[in-house]
């Protein structure tokens, strides 16, 4: 009893500590860097703790204002270096309350502005940045760097099926090795997006044989994947577990990665192509190349998010879900922060049914058409630029009706759901007219 309350007085106390602490402590700014290119520059604000922000826009003149709550006034701003010729002064103003900052930048015209925090990476602390860029200017580097000569594209999946060679993998009680499992599954998917005009199926290894974890993503990397998808097969210590799941790279990996890959400059122009040899200058290709790099990490993670979902919404109708969620790993194989990758753990070989299941080809097709499934799903939904499914998403297909013709029959020819047909035309009725142009969706 006498241990109860004092373990009760100890969590009380060090509950108020944190909440006083929550409350009192004030961010502070540390720094300010601002970093020009042609047609963009780049402010990016060093602070003591994640920043809590708004911000709104003034004209006549130009000016960004930035209101950043919970901060001391603390670092002057006029030391700054500022060789931009977008951005004119940065300034304090007027804070709309008295714990709060605002920081007012004046602009040398109307510019285009993205503004985002980024989570301490080494050897930065929490940052807020501010990409302004200057909509008048035909092309700015990073437009150039990422785009691909090819229009109407194909969308490029890398497959990945997990171990080989001398590595087994997860080992079945009835001796089934994980790395046939996953080489299974992983030639039915490739065949399955080979036959999908617009999709480009790569494999990491086509047989029996060690690729080290390494070494998968760079294939991916070389052969500009739109996706990474690793597959593999769970096992426990015990029978009991089972189901499947899906695996993205976790935010504290990707940011580790993230300050690795800065470290070692030959990344820098493997990252920018050939506009490293035109950047001479280094710091620039730095800056450039971690520009590149956080906007490649943010589409990643948000795109393996997104299609980890679709993909688990699939495999849920062929197989019981381990995880019902995606999960966020440290894992060897997912270390890209700039390609969009998941790892599908297929269900669990350690226990006897699903290691009977995962043997069985009827059932390696089902896992492998849930997957595609999803896959198809995401990049129907949120084709990559400069893709054909990019292009087909925008032409819009318009049908005349022409007499015999019913609702139902146009559905079935364009192999589109009624209820899409009569949404896509505001439709209340199942009833059509002779003459009446229709827009069909794509599906
Ligand atoms: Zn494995």
């Known amino acids: 009893?006498?241990?109860?309350?004092?373990?009760?007085?100890?969590?009380?106390?060090?509950?108020?500590?944190?909440?006083?602490?929550?409350?009192?402590?004030?961010?502070?700014?540390?720094?300010?860097?601002?970093?020009?290119?042609?047609?963009?520059?780049?402010?990016?604000?060093?602070?003591?703790?994640s920043p809590k922000y708004t911000y709104f826009t003034l004209s006549k003149p130009e000016r960004l204002v930035?209101?950043?709550?919970?901060?001391?006034k603390s670092f002057d701003f006029s030391k700054v270096s500022n060789d931009s010729n977008l951005v004119?002064?940065?300034?304090?103003?007027?804070?709309?309350?008295?714990?709060?900052?605002?920081?007012v930048i004046e602009l040398s015209k109307k510019l285009?502005?993205?503004?985002?925090?980024?989570?301490?990476?080494?050897?930065?602390?929490?940052?807020?940045?501010?990409?302004?860029?200057d909509g008048d200017e035909p092309s700015s580097p990073q437009i150039v760097l990422n785009s691909r000569s090819t229009t109407d594209r194909d969308i490029v999946i890398v497959i990945d099926a997990g171990h080989g060679g001398e590595d087994p993998g997860s080992i079945g009680r009835a001796k089934s090795y994980e790395k046939n499992v996953t080489l299974g599954i992983a030639k039915r998917l490739q065949t399955l997006i080979q036959q999908e005009p617009g999709l480009k199926a790569v494999m990491t290894?086509?047989?029996?044989?060690?690729?080290?974890?390494?070494?998968?993503?760079?294939?991916?990397?070389?052969?500009?994947?739109?996706?990474?998808?690793?597959?593999?097969?769970?096992?426990?210590?015990?029978?009991?577990?089972?189901?499947?799941?899906?695996?993205?790279?976790?935010?504290?990996?990707?940011?580790s990665e993230l300050g690795?890959?800065?470290?070692?400059?030959?990344?820098?122009?493997?990252?920018?192509?050939?506009?490293?040899?035109?950047?001479?200058?280094?710091?620039?290709?730095?800056?450039?190349?971690?520009?590149?790099?956080?906007m490649s990490m943010d589409h990643s993670l948000t795109t393996s998010y997104d299609l980890s979902r679709d993909v688990i919404s699939q495999l849920g109708r062929v197989t019981k879900m381990h995880k019902k969620t995606p999960q966020a790993a440290s894992l060897a194989v997912l270390t890209s922060p700039d390609i969009p990758s998941i790892l599908v753990e297929t269900g669990f070989i350690s226990n006897p049914r699903e290691e009977k299941n995962l043997n069985w080809s009827t059932y390696r097709q089902k896992l492998a058409v849930s997957i595609f499934a999803g896959i198809k799903q995401h990049f129907r939904d949120s084709p990559p630029d400069g893709s054909l499914w990019a292009s087909q998403k925008r032409q819009i297909r318009t049908h005349k009706v022409r007499?015999?013709?019913?609702?139902?029959?146009?559905?079935?020819?364009?192999?589109?759901?009624?209820?899409?047909?009569?949404?896509?035309?505001?439709?209340n009725s199942d009833v059509v007219k002779i003459g009446q142009v229709l827009t069909i969706p794509r599906t």
């Open 66 to 72: 930035l209101d950043i709550e919970n901060t001391k």
């Open 403 to 427: 007499s015999g013709e019913s609702l139902s029959l146009l559905a079935q020819r364009y192999n589109v759901p009624i209820s899409q047909l009569k949404r896509a035309n505001k439709m």
């Open 1 to 49: 009893m006498f241990w109860v309350q004092k373990v009760k007085n100890i969590v009380t106390s060090i509950v108020l500590l944190v909440l006083s602490f929550s409350v009192f402590a004030q961010n502070h700014v540390e720094g300010l860097r601002i970093w020009p290119s042609p047609s963009t520059t780049r402010l990016v604000f060093d602070l003591a703790d």
């Open 112 to 133: 285009e502005q993205s503004i985002f925090a980024l989570p301490p990476t080494e050897p930065y602390g929490d940052r807020l940045v501010i990409d302004l860029t």
């Open 205 to 255: 290894r086509t047989g029996d044989y060690y690729i080290s974890p390494n070494k998968r993503p760079e294939i991916a990397r070389k052969h500009k994947a739109d996706l990474f998808v690793s597959v593999h097969a769970d096992a426990f210590i015990t029978p009991q577990p089972s189901g499947a799941s899906v695996w993205v790279l976790s935010m504290k990996r990707a940011n």
């Open 88 to 103: 004119k002064k940065v300034r304090y103003s007027t804070a709309k309350d008295k714990q709060s900052i605002r920081v």
């Open 260 to 294: 690795r890959w800065m470290e070692r400059t030959e990344r820098h122009s493997e990252l920018l192509g050939g506009a490293a040899e035109v950047i001479q200058d280094t710091a620039n290709e730095r800056y450039l190349a971690e520009a590149l790099l956080d």
